[in-house]
């Protein structure tokens, strides 16, 4: 399984790194990191909008499944079938929304590894053949931050984005009573102070790469409102 994740992620990912680091004006790691981090977002672009998309559906028909549960609290089997009836009919996964988390997280995973063992002359023995081996990185992005050393502005800033992100994708619940509401409130607080801390202890190119990810994905779901509400309102003249 190890070899398969190096394969497959790991030195792929290495290589399209000190690609881009060999291009990039002034042989700048984060503005590699950046360049990598879009690559890897528009390689996922057509999954993350159908995931959006899916969000928003999800969004628009929650009344209909909050009549169904009342309708059919006491028949929970009955319930749970209407349900996935109206999803069907709809064209809604209530699951589409994961899938981009599940295949960024062993991307992320891999990224993290190759910052943790760091960019050194050892770790080019990864580099295929056809790729130069840089004679030293240089980890200050722009300058002014050292990259492999943790960053409170790179952690704020993800925090911040992850917050705006959730509040964007997390659909609105106008029920106060609703426990499911309250989980959502808890959830739209909890991910972006976790995310904070977390990068607090990492490199701060970790946290860029978060930055630039959350700033993709605000993108991607500003689209998809945008996109739905332009259809809206074609619809209505």
Same mark, same amino acid.
């Given at each position: 399984?190890a070899d398969i994740f190096y394969i ?7 290589? *399209? ?5 060999? *291009? ?14 879009? %690559? ?14 899916? #969000? ?5 028909? #929650? ?50 590894? *190759? ?9 080019? @023995?990864?580099?295929?053949? %056809?790729i130069s081996a840089p004679e030293v990185?240089?980890?200050?992005f722009l300058g002014l931050i050292d ?6 502005? %790179? ?11 959730? @509040?964007?994708?997390?659909? #609105?619940?106008?029920? @106060? ?40 994905? *605000?993108?991607? #779901? ?11 309102? @074609?619809?209505?003249?």
């Amino acid at each position: 399984m190890a070899d398969i994740f190096y394969i497959l992620l790991y030195k792929p990912l290495f290589n *399209i790194l000190i690609t881009l680091y060999n *291009i990039v004006p002034f042989a700048d790691l984060g503005i590699a990191v950046i360049l990598l981090t879009i %690559f890897i977002k528009l390689i996922l672009y057509p999954l993350g909008i159908k995931a959006a998309k899916s #969000q928003k559906e999800m969004e628009t028909i #929650q009344p209909e499944i909050k009549k169904i549960q009342e309708k059919y609290k006491d028949k929970k089997e009955e319930q749970a079938k209407k349900i996935m009836e109206l999803y069907k009919e709809r064209g809604v996964n209530p699951f589409a929304g994961m899938v981009p988390l599940f295949i960024q997280l062993p991307i992320l995973i891999s990224l993290f590894q *190759i910052f943790r063992r760091g960019i050194n002359s050892e770790e080019m @023995k990864h580099l295929y053949e %056809f790729i130069s081996a840089p004679e030293v990185i240089n980890y200050n992005f722009l300058g002014l931050i050292d990259l492999s050393e943790a960053n409170i502005f %790179f952690a704020l800033l993800a925090g911040a984005g992850q917050y705006i992100q959730m @509040k964007m994708t997390i659909p #609105q619940n106008k029920d @106060k009573n609703d426990t499911a509401k309250a989980i959502q409130s808890q959830m739209i607080y909890f991910l972006p102070g976790f995310t904070f801390i977390i990068l607090l202890s990492l490199p701060s190119v970790v946290g860029l790469y978060w930055i630039i990810t959350i700033i993709f994905s *605000i993108f991607q #779901q500003y689209m998809v409102k945008r996109n739905k509400n332009d259809g809206t309102a @074609k619809s209505n003249s």
